[in-house]
């Protein structure tokens, strides 16, 4: 299937790149796919196939790939104010009116921003702004941070620390000080017998005990997404965040939420502290806040961190921090567009109004026998397979099922993300019902012709 002439874009795509979170022996026989253009939900490669790209990219496309007003806000930005930075004092009023609207839309009555390339730059600034707090305080001990397994948090050296997924160890991470607790995922780690609210409980008594092992004044923060997103689409348990919170605050311990995926719209609401009703002391974000047009990270800071921060920095004049690319004025320009777009153009409605079609749908697909659970909200579901539903037996990883689905579902023009023994599911919000309809006859049948074959 994949073209092996010297001149072809496989071979060149080989040739030049290392490839990065790629399954290479996947790559080897098929080929890597390589995009021109995209329309709507839809990717086109350089044959001319055309894709339903029921990942939104990675994420982050939400408003699909050929959004009229974004590409117009980038050009006019490019025009007016090509670029600059935010340190020294200045910066371009787009910068000033973003942070302005972030602050207005987050769920904190006051708060302060800071912008970095990425989300695992986002996460980074936010760590080492915990760290800068605790020697400003008088509190230098304070500098471990407790994130769950599963976790996804980003591939920086520290943002890979709070990643709870065992590939860092080939880099020998994480780092010293970065502590993992158990992943809020019921049908997976539950006990015998244990009722989910009994599992929640668990869960923060973990998180309690280990506080009080390694003393609470050597904790800088507690990190976490409301739905964990790469780790396979993992709603928390019921009642998790209230009880996490609970033992948070107890312990004067802050919860910062990851929203990089959930944030702007993705579990239906603005944010996904607000679907699971909880409050943060600050906020994640990256992909959607640009809905992928510009890469953006930004760290919104609730009241008190946000007071402490300046207090802190204050007291010696300067906070040592910044990207050169950090508040860039065309990404600010283009993050405002595309808050106004998902928020006020019908985007983020679409997810509200079809997110039960959505299920619904799926919940048809996970039906079939070799699927152990359907999980999600919004428009974030993953499909997990199972060799045997009633003991949850995954497959054997050396029939890798999950990638066998996803590369079934390319062949027949369909975009979905293996993720351990599941398949992602997280399509762009301007889906339309016939759209999804497409999405599903596609992956029902990818998931039927792979059953046969290793059931
Ligand atoms: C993608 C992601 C990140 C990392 O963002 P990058 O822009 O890839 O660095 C961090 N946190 C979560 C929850 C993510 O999904």
Redesign the pocket.
Known sequence: MRDDAPNSWESRADNASLYGFTDLPSVKERGAVVLTHGEGPYVVDVHGRRYLDANSG??NMVAGFDHPGLAEAAKAQYDRFPGYHAFFGRMSDQTVLLSEKLVEVSPFERGRVFYT???????DTMVKMLWFLGLAEGQPQRRKILTRWN??????AV?ASMTGKPYNSVFGLPLPGFLHLGCPHYWRFGQEGESEEQFTQRLANELEATIIKEGADTIAGFFA?PV???GGVIPPSKGYFQAVSRVLKKYGIPLIA?????GFGRTGNTWGSQTYDFTPDAI?S??NITAGYF?M?AVILGPDLSDRLQAAAEAIEEFPHGFTASGHPVGCAIALKAIDVVMNEGLAENVRRLAPRMEAGLAEIARHPNIGELRGIGYMWALEAVKDRATKTPFPGTLSVSERIANTCTDHGLICRPLGQSIVLCPPFILTEGQMDEMFEKLDAALKKVFAEVA
């Open positions: 990675l994420w390339n990425s989300g695992s730059e986002a996460n976790a996804y948090h980003g591939v920086t943002s997404e964990m997103g790469a990851d929203e990089v995926i959930c994640i990256s992909k890469p990270g």
